[in-house]
């Protein structure tokens, strides 16, 4: 059975940074493409970072280049965002998402989903 499971959300000011992890099960995490996802309240899930298999390739949301780095750790099985420089824009509840085929930034070619964590940026 797959699992993910997402920790280290919570609330930081403008600038902080944080770094979420998602613990994966039923996987090996980089046998799969993975992925990050966000949704603001009101708003569509939209796709944040990204590792495509086999070839490692990674993509970021353009809001976040530069801040946000996506890795995954095969001997924890985890995969991680680390977050930078967080703005208010950012706040949001991430999920993580992995696929046996993917699709990039896109949420509807993912099947599996972590529960999501929130993230607030505020002062």
């Known amino acids: 059975e797959v699992q993910l499971v997402e920790s280290g959300g919570g609330l930081v000011q403008p600038g902080g940074s944080l770094r979420l992890s998602c613990d994966v099960s039923?996987?090996?995490?980089?046998?799969?493409?993975i992925a990050w996802f966000r949704q603001a309240p009101g708003k569509e899930r939209v796709g944040v970072a990204c590792?495509?298999?086999?070839?490692?390739?990674?993509y970021y949301l353009d809001s976040v280049k530069g801040r946000f780095t996506i890795s995954s750790d095969s001997a924890k099985n985890t995969m991680y965002l680390q977050m930078n420089n967080l703005e208010p824009g950012d706040t949001a509840v991430y999920y993580c998402?992995?696929?046996?085929?993917?699709?990039?930034?896109?949420?509807?070619?993912?099947?599996?989903w972590g529960q999501g964590t929130q993230v607030t940026v505020s002062s």
């Open positions: 998402a992995a696929d046996r085929i993917g699709g990039l930034l896109w949420a509807p070619a993912y099947e599996f």
């Open positions: 039923g996987f090996t995490v980089d046998d799969y493409p």
């Open positions: 590792i495509s298999r086999p070839d490692g390739s990674i």
